[in-house]
């Protein structure tokens, strides 16, 4: 697939078939998150895998009912969780790079799963203290994002973007791109 297929193919899945997904694909996966940059070429991140339907249910039940991505962890095969080590990036001017480094990292991966014909679901809202008690991880870790990745079992529409010259400036703030 090229990489705008790539691009447009992504989608935020909240309903997966039940099919299960070769190792070699999840590995595609992660050689894309190995692959990401990162402060200082630090790698503050690590990554969970979590297949077990009982942990992955647990991990559901930290998300709150009203949101409509809590489904897809115990649906999906996989649950990918990202979790960075914040001392082992910068802040810089009160901007904390663990937070970017890791979702690069995520976005590596979601756009990879796309390549692999998978789709994700990334999740950012949690009870981030009850996922690192379930899961045994260490406390200078911080839990950055989920996501639910498996084969589709759903078509949803492309969500409409706004159009380039609406939020790109040019030389100057408020010189709209022409």
């Known amino acids: 697939m090229d990489f705008k297929q790539v691009l447009t193919n992504r989608k935020s899945i909240k309903s997966f078939s039940n099919q299960e997904i070769p190792e070699h694909k999840i590995y595609s996966l992660l050689e894309a998150a190995r692959l990401a940059p990162s402060w200082g070429n630090n790698q503050c991140w690590r990554i969970l895998i979590v297949k077990d ?11 709150d009912s009203r949101n409509s991505a809590k489904d897809a962890i115990f649906e999906a095969p996989v649950l990918l ?3 960075a080590v914040p001392d082992s ?13 890791s979702g690069i990292v995520m976005e590596h991966m979601v ?10 679901c990334w999740i950012g809202e949690f009870d ?33 973007r706004l159009p380039i010259n609406e939020w790109t400036f040019r030389d100057q703030w408020g010189r709209y791109l022409q």
């Not at 756009?111 to 994700?120: C, D, F, I, M, T």
Request: proline share 3%; glycine share 8%; with cysteine.
């Open 53 to 63: 339907k009982e942990t992955k249910e647990k991990v559901a039940a930290t998300i």
């Open 81 to 83: 969780i990202v979790c």
């Open 89 to 101: 990036s910068a802040e810089i001017d009160g901007k904390e790079y663990y937070l970017v480094d």
């Open 111 to 120: 756009l990879a799963a796309s390549n692999e014909g998978l789709g994700s």
């Open 128 to 160: 981030e203290l009850k996922i690192k008690t379930l899961l045994r991880i260490p406390g200078e870790f911080r839990v950055v994002a989920l996501s639910a990745i498996g084969y589709s079992d759903e078509s949803p529409d492309t969500e409409k």
